[in-house]
């Protein structure tokens, strides 16, 4: 069953049940159907229909902030931000697609041959809560400007979103059959997997989920695209003002309500500075983040997205102070709702299991570390590798950090974030692939060698 349960209010609001056997059967046939019209189609109109789209979702900006504010608990001027970047990850794939998407000429020893790029068919799209329609767009943007079609499942608890943004995309010219939108369950992927009409799938999400999928993926040699968890460290070595460091990573750990992949979620911070930086982000993540109602723009921290979330947040970080950790401010569940204090954790070691799990809420772990050799292996101690940041005054030290850390992406002075023309992915347990930029159009892609004489 797909319901929509008002997370700051825990009320049930709308139920959507799970499409059968048959519906799901019949929707893969639609998208198989569709493809060869599809792919025939010049990569020109695919990238006009993209950019409908985006003046679409920018024209529907407030009713989708609403419907993910009313999903899972988004912060209303957080979620019209995320179609900003649903606008842009559209424009981007509509204006470079052509160019991405051209033929490469190779020289051979004793001749010439081309690489054309083209779709390969069907894909599957299993997409999270966190972000409804960010997490689609990067996913589906490029996938139809290169000309494959797409089956899309949405998150258990985002109907509305699904609903929406299928809509979004008829209208702007996508065919009915390029894009179908299925409320299939958990227990029906692997049969979609093991249909031989779908080529492809691409996952965001947990850890777990991640596993399942691409067992059934290889099992049936499907091409497969994993973003999935992470513990971002964020480094910082040293600062010329400390307040504005504190507020600024602060909030990026705290953005989302901290249900972000890549949110810096490991402060490792140089000795000298450490215990200043503790005082200060515990003072501001206790009197500025402020629980309160997701659809008013002053609040500062909405309600995680269900109270199994909250829970489970919640129940992470008294295990972490039972064994040992010391807890600056928060971690208490507020009801009604799925709220959780804003919560700092110090005194975290190997031993704990809040040391490698990922939080997914807001909650900030803060380490000390001896020196920067120290601090790089603390950000390495972790089986993920999605994202880092490094934060100093020194460019030449940053990027020298930068490129010793193991992550899919650093960035510097800045934390997070996603831009459309910047390729997202990590290493390790955080997943397989990359998407957004040119790398995003590619993994779907057929590089097909023609040789020409």
């Known amino acids: 069953m797909y319901s929509v349960t008002d997370p700051a209010r825990g009320v049930l609001v709308e139920e959507v049940a799970n499409s059968t056997e048959e519906e799901v059967r019949a929707a893969i046939g639609r998208v198989h159907a569709a493809y060869p019209d599809w792919r025939r189609r010049t990569v020109g109109e695919r990238a006009a229909i993209a950019a409908r789209a985006a003046d679409l979702f920018a024209e529907r900006a407030d009713e989708l902030a609403a419907i993910m504010t009313l999903e899972m608990g988004k912060r209303v001027n957080e979620g019209r931000g995320e179609v900003g970047i649903v606008v842009d990850i559209f424009r981007y794939y509509a204006e470079h697609g052509p160019a991405l998407l051209a033929d490469e000429p190779i020289d051979l020893k004793d001749g010439k041959a081309v690489i054309t790029k083209g779709p390969i068919g069907a894909l599957l799209g299993i997409m999270p809560w966190n972000f409804?329609?960010?997490?689609?767009?990067?996913?589906?943007?490029?996938?139809?400007?290169?000309?494959?079609?797409?089956?899309?499942?949405?998150?258990?608890?985002?109907?509305?979103?699904?609903?929406?943004?299928?809509?979004?995309?008829?209208?702007?010219?996508?065919?009915?059959?390029?894009?179908?939108?299925?409320?299939?369950?958990?227990?029906?992927?692997?049969?979609?997997?093991?249909?031989p009409r779908i080529a492809g799938v691409s996952l965001t999400g947990s850890e777990q989920a991640g596993i399942a999928v691409a067992a059934e993926a290889g099992k049936n040699l499907k091409k497969t695209v994993l973003e999935l968890g992470g513990s971002d460290p964020l480094i910082i070595l040293d600062t010329d003002d400390l307040d504005e460091t504190v507020n600024a990573t602060a909030t990026a750990r705290m953005r989302n309500c901290g249900q972000s992949c890549n949110a810096p979620k490991r402060m490792i911070v140089l000795a000298g500075l450490y215990d200043e930086y503790v005082d200060r982000l515990t003072k501001r993540v206790a009197e500025y983040y402020v629980p309160g109602d997701p659809?008013?723009?002053?609040?500062?921290?909405?309600?995680?997205?269900?109270?199994?979330?909250?829970?489970?947040?919640?129940?992470?970080?008294?295990?972490?102070?039972?064994?040992?950790?010391?807890?600056?401010?928060?971690?208490?569940?507020?009801?009604?709702?799925?709220?959780?204090?804003?919560?700092?954790?110090?005194d975290v070691t190997p031993e704990m299991d809040a040391y490698y799990e990922e939080i997914f809420?807001?909650?900030?772990?803060?380490?000390?570390?001896?020196?920067?050799?120290?601090?790089?292996?603390?950000?390495?101690?972790?089986?993920?590798?999605?994202?880092?940041?490094?934060?100093?005054?020194?460019?030449?030290?940053?990027?020298?950090?930068?490129?010793?850390?193991?992550?899919?992406?650093?960035?510097?002075?800045?934390?997070?974030?996603s831009q459309a023309d910047l390729p997202f992915g990590g290493i390790k347990r955080s997943g397989l692939g990359r998407e957004l930029g040119p790398a995003g159009i590619e993994e779907f892609m057929n590089k097909k060698s023609i040789r020409l004489g």
């Not at 109270?307 to 489970?312: G, I, K, L, T």
């Not at 772990?365 to 940041?389: C, H, K, M, Q, Y």
Request: with cysteine.
């Open 295 to 346: 659809a008013d723009p002053a609040t500062k921290l909405p309600p995680l997205a269900s109270a199994a979330a909250a829970d489970e947040v919640a129940a992470q970080v008294a295990k972490a102070v039972e064994q040992g950790a010391t807890l600056r401010t928060g971690g208490r569940r507020i009801t009604p709702g799925a709220y959780l204090e804003a919560t700092v954790l110090t």
């Open 132 to 195: 409804p329609c960010y997490q689609v767009a990067r996913f589906v943007a490029p996938n139809l400007v290169l000309g494959n079609t797409i089956l899309l499942k949405h998150a258990s608890i985002c109907p509305r979103s699904a609903r929406a943004i299928e809509e979004i995309l008829h209208a702007a010219g996508v065919p009915d059959d390029v894009y179908v939108n299925t409320y299939a369950s958990s227990r029906q992927i692997p049969a979609i997997l093991a249909d």
């Open 361 to 417: 809420g807001p909650v900030v772990i803060v380490f000390e570390a001896a020196d920067e050799d120290d601090a790089v292996r603390l950000a390495n101690d972790t089986p993920f590798g999605l994202g880092a940041s490094v934060w100093g005054t020194d460019p030449d030290r940053n990027r020298r950090v930068a490129d010793r850390i193991d992550a899919g992406m650093v960035y510097l002075n800045r934390a997070g974030g």
